[in-house]
């Protein structure tokens, strides 16, 4: 599917992207603008209150160094004076420090320096009470010289008395100019954050663009909803697996194929479906393509696609019916070919019975129609004395006419006795049909060709035993051959093979009981199914407790009757 379906309308709306990438990268420029700009302001916005402080401590300490005992008595010693030793000596300390002013008053008020020589001797503009008092003063405050950071502290004579005050003023401008001067670096700070921020961002939008193959939003959720409807509306079993081999995805269909349940979805594969082929095909175990495995009753056929990040997708298809459809032509080939030969033979019979008719040898053309008939009747009579299912009944005679034409002698084993009371007998069926047809395949050809099959019942369970004179099967096979695709035969009509042993295993398992394979009597294999609980209750008018006393000991179902045939 493609990412972007083609011919799509785009709605277009004005100032706003529609592409994921251009969407992301204005909603990440736009962050990082903003983020920038708040880091920006409160960064400033301390840095003022920051140096306001900053100016008023230096005025404090200048204060402090101002009000010396030295200075104490020059006061006391002097009067104000533009030329005393008071203005003097702040004019020093001023000049030195760089301070806006340094006034010196007693404890009335009175200055006794000033920058401005013409205030010597008037009061201060503001309130020197608290300085007066003993106490340290930090501020910000206008006074005669403008606004300025202030700091205050008492003036003490040697022995502690306060007998003034020493005021000393940073000029408020020239914190703003650093403020001010600050601002410039901080905002060339904050650009080159921006633009790493806007670079990241755009890398980020890019790499984002090429993941989305450039989609826009609405794209992507009209993909999601057409991956959801196809997923689900697909008749074809989709199951993804992480590269930890955890489930991340499993449509209905497989759901359905595998009987699992959406609960299963995070968990590990070997956990949810056990161990098996169907999980070796899967977990990517086994490789190749359209690999056969069987879930339960089904038949499925597996691919399996690894996917980028170490996980891998897998389809499943149902090839049940499928597989049915190709055993029941194989089969009906079988049955066209010996319904052929059949033909054949009674053309033949009917030739030889029309010369006895034109000899006059009535008497020997009775006696030849006589043994030809009671043939086909004794060998349907034997089966049904033994067999009372009307279907297996049906499908042991059928076999029967296959296995004379192949030259094959099938019979029944002089133990058998199947009432009709079968709680499933085309699953019966199934079975005896796929061992029968395995024997018949393996006996053919060989020396003295023949395959017995034997149906008992032990209470309510079935036991069968159909066993060959083939080549048998060597032991370390015997296993094998119940695994799914292992199979020694050429492939037939539908193309698959390897199914019918493993199907009859499943059926035996899901019942309670067991196949097996070991070697007979005749040197060929034998195969035993255990079908426990797979007979009904006697019913009390129920026919099937007559005994096959009377029934023939050989049980010879396809006898070497005499035959003409033709190649």
Do not use: C
């Amino acid at each position: 599917m493609s990412p972007v379906p083609t011919g799509r309308a785009r709605r277009r709306r004005f100032g706003w992207p529609q592409r994921v990438f251009s969407q992301v990268l204005l909603m990440q420029l736009t962050i990082v603008t903003g983020v920038t700009a708040l880091a920006t302001g409160l960064f400033l916005a301390p840095l003022s209150a920051q140096l306001d402080d900053q100016a008023m401590r230096r005025a404090l300490a200048i204060a402090e160094t101002t009000a010396s005992p030295e200075l104490a008595e020059d006061l006391t010693g002097s009067r104000p004076a533009a030329d005393g030793p008071v203005q003097a000596e702040a004019e020093r300390i001023r000049q030195a420090t760089g301070a806006e002013y340094i006034v010196v008053m007693d404890h009335r008020g009175v200055r006794w320096s000033h920058t401005s020589p013409d205030r010597i001797g008037r009061t201060v503009s503001t309130d020197p009470s608290e300085a007066l008092a003993g106490e340290e003063v930090m501020e910000i405050d206008s006074g005669t010289l403008g606004r300025s950071a202030r700091g205050k502290v008492p003036l003490r004579e040697a022995d502690g008395t306060i007998v003034g005050a020493v005021s000393v003023g940073i000029e408020y401008d020239s914190v703003r100019a650093r403020l001010l001067a600050a601002i410039p670096g901080l905002i060339a700070y904050a650009g080159g954050a921006l633009a790493v921020g806007a670079l990241a961002a755009y890398l980020i939008s890019r790499r984002l663009q090429r993941q989305t193959h450039d989609l826009a939003f609405s794209d992507i959720s009209a993909l999601l909803a057409e991956r959801e409807a196809m997923l689900h509306g697909i008749r074809e079993g989709v199951v993804a697996l992480d590269a930890a081999g955890r489930i991340r995805l499993l449509n209905d269909e497989a759901q359905r194929l595998l009987g699992v349940g959406p609960e299963a979805i995070g968990r590990p594969l070997d956990e949810v479906l056990g161990e098996g082929r169907t999980s070796d095909v899967l977990a990517g175990r086994v490789h190749g393509d359209d690999l056969l495995t069987v879930r339960g009753s089904r038949v499925l056929v597996a691919n399996r696609m690894p996917t980028d990040d170490g996980g891998a997708v897998a389809t499943l298809r149902d090839r049940t019916e499928l597989e049915q459809l190709g055993r029941e032509l194989d089969s009906t080939r079988g049955l066209i070919d010996a319904l052929r030969a059949q033909d054949h033979e009674h053309a033949n019979r009917l030739h030889t019975l029309l010369g006895l008719l034109e000899l006059e040898m009535h008497q020997e053309a009775a006696e030849f129609v006589t043994e030809v008939v009671g043939v086909h009747r004794t060998t349907a009579e034997q089966v049904t004395e033994r067999i009372h299912d009307p279907l297996l009944a049906a499908l042991l005679v059928g076999k029967a006419t296959v296995a004379a034409e192949r030259g094959v002698s099938l019979r029944i084993a002089p133990a058998t006795l199947l009432p009709d009371r079968l709680v499933d007998p085309r699953g019966l069926v199934t079975v005896v049909g796929n061992l029968v047809d395995n024997a018949l395949d393996a006996a053919a050809g060989t020396q003295d060709p023949r395959v017995e099959v034997e149906l008992h019942t032990e209470g309510h369970t079935v036991v069968l035993r159909v066993s060959d004179s083939g080549p048998g099967v060597p032991a370390e096979q015997r296993e094998l051959i119940f695994t799914e695709g292992w199979t020694t035969k050429e492939l037939p009509a539908h193309g698959k093979r390897g199914l019918g042993l493993p199907l009859v295993r499943r059926f035996a398992e899901r019942q309670g009981g067991s196949a097996a394979v070991r070697t007979s009597a005749a040197g060929g294999a034998e195969f035993s199914v255990v079908l426990p609980d797979a007979l009904a209750e006697r019913g009390p008018n129920d026919p099937d407790a007559a005994s096959a006393a009377g029934a023939d000991a050989g049980g010879a179902v396809a006898p070497g009757a005499p035959a003409v045939r033709q190649a």
